[in-house]
């Protein structure tokens, strides 16, 4: 015979697994719910019918430079390498990076 307390304890988990699943019924037909709603999509390009957009980054009043296929990539400033040539070092130029430690320098590779 199961005594009065876990009879008692017996019905309240029962009764708390069925909120638990009624809730999840519940969330799951909200759900679908607003899925059936409509059809949602992200638009990536803009209509046909828009007019060009021409922004400018922030601070510049012209927008970025014409691109054209097969040129070279403007970059304002020009990059510089992290290690200068040794007649610019001897001209002042300072290395962008510091030198490596010896023990992540390699042998030369070998042909």
Do not use: C, H, W
């Not at 988990?13 to 719910?33: C, F, K, Q, R, W």
């Not at 409509?38 to 012209?62: H, I, L, M, S, Y």
């Not at 296929?69 to 002042?92: V, Y």
């Not at 130029?93 to 430690?101: F, G, Q």
């Amino acid at each position: 015979m199961i005594s009065d307390q876990k009879r008692r304890a017996l019905r309240l988990d029962y009764l708390l697994a069925g909120i638990m699943v009624a809730m999840g019924l519940v969330v799951a037909g909200m759900s679908l719910y607003r899925l059936s709603e409509r059809p949602q999509f992200a638009q990536v390009t803009p209509p046909p019918d828009a007019p060009p957009r021409t922004t400018a980054p922030a601070g510049k009043e012209n927008g970025p430079a014409k691109s054209e296929p097969g040129g070279t990539r403007p970059t304002t400033p020009a990059p510089e390498p992290a290690r200068p040539d040794p007649d610019a070092q001897k001209a002042g130029a300072t290395p962008a990076l510091p030198a490596a430690p010896p023990e992540k320098i390699g042998e030369p590779v070998q042909k």
